[in-house]
């Protein structure tokens, strides 16, 4: 098996959902792989960048595979499935960044295994890498307000009032990542 980590992003891809509550960890990988200079290329039905974390005295960084599943959120399984294959990444080293309807706006979790919560997305990967023995990172949307349908919630843009907590979250999130990878933060 490899030594590399895989950092899903889930989201929907086009540009159509770009901005919305749901494509957090998209943004979160977005983010990642301009901070470390990369670009995506497409592979196993993914955006992929393969790239390694700066070093730290005098050591190589970890090797890191960030990828955006290029198919919508509920049939993200397949991909990530190909990819944990492809780069021989174990689950213990897949790290699936989401969005998540149960943390108030701006919040951050790490999880290890365990259930999905209701989301299509992880329930899609956990049927498809055949555990649920692999990392999370929670990013807090809040719940939606009133009686709104948490479908129709969660696939609205961020509005302008959230922008600035939003981008936050985001910044905040990548750093997580990459303290998950270097062995400095660990699920609860």
């Known amino acids: 098996m490899s030594d590399a980590w895989l950092v899903v992003g889930l989201g929907n891809p086009g540009p159509t959902y770009a901005r919305n509550r749901h494509n957090a960890g998209f943004q979160v990988a977005d983010r990642l792989a301009?901070?470390?200079?990369?670009?995506?290329?497409s592979r196993s039905r993914a955006q992929v960048?393969?790239?390694?974390?700066?070093?730290?005295?005098?050591?190589?960084?970890?090797?890191?595979?960030?990828?955006?599943p290029a198919v919508f959120m509920n049939?993200?399984?397949?991909?990530?499935?190909?990819?944990?294959?492809?780069?021989?990444?174990e689950p213990a080293r897949l790290l699936v960044v989401h969005d998540e309807l149960e943390l108030p706006l701006g919040e951050i979790r790490l999880k290890f295994?365990?259930?999905?919560?209701?989301?299509?997305?992880?329930?899609?990967?956990?049927?498809?890498?055949?555990?649920?023995?692999?990392?999370?990172?929670?990013?807090?949307?809040?719940?939606?307000?009133?009686?709104?349908?948490?479908?129709?919630?969660?696939?609205r843009d961020v509005p302008n009032a959230e922008k600035a907590d939003w981008g936050v979250m985001i910044e905040s999130a990548v750093?997580?990542?990459e303290r998950v990878v270097r062995g400095e933060l660990s699920a609860l």
């Open 49 to 68: 960048a393969e790239t390694r974390l700066p070093p730290l005295g005098g050591v190589p960084g970890p090797r890191l595979v960030i990828a955006k």
């Open 34 to 41: 301009e901070t470390l200079g990369e670009r995506f290329g």
């Open 113 to 155: 295994g365990g259930g999905e919560g209701g989301h299509n997305g992880l329930r899609s990967i956990s049927k498809s890498v055949k555990t649920r023995d692999y990392l999370r990172l929670r990013l807090g949307i809040g719940r939606p307000p009133g009686r709104q349908d948490p479908a129709d919630f969660v696939l």
């Open 175 to 177: 750093d997580d990542v």
């Open 75 to 89: 049939e993200s399984g397949g991909p990530v499935a190909a990819l944990t294959q492809f780069f021989g990444v």
